[in-house]
């Protein structure tokens, strides 16, 4: 189940750079590619200080 679930959403960024008009949606390509893992990394971070501070283990 998760390789399939995996394989539905791997976009394949090297054909999107290569069919790319311009340097800077290539950049925006990146910032998009990346930009989900690092907000899931932060809001994962959130949650663990909060609980963290909620149960006074500081």
Do not use: C, H, W
């Not at 008009?21 to 959130?46: R, W």
């Amino acid at each position: 189940m998760k390789s399939l679930l995996f394989l539905v959403q791997q976009t394949d960024i090297e054909k999107k750079m290569e069919e790319a008009p311009d340097s800077a949606y290539e950049i925006g390509v990146v910032i998009g590619s990346y930009l989900p893992l690092v907000v899931l990394a932060g809001i994962a971070y959130a949650i663990y200080y909060y609980n963290k501070k909620k149960r006074g283990e500081e």
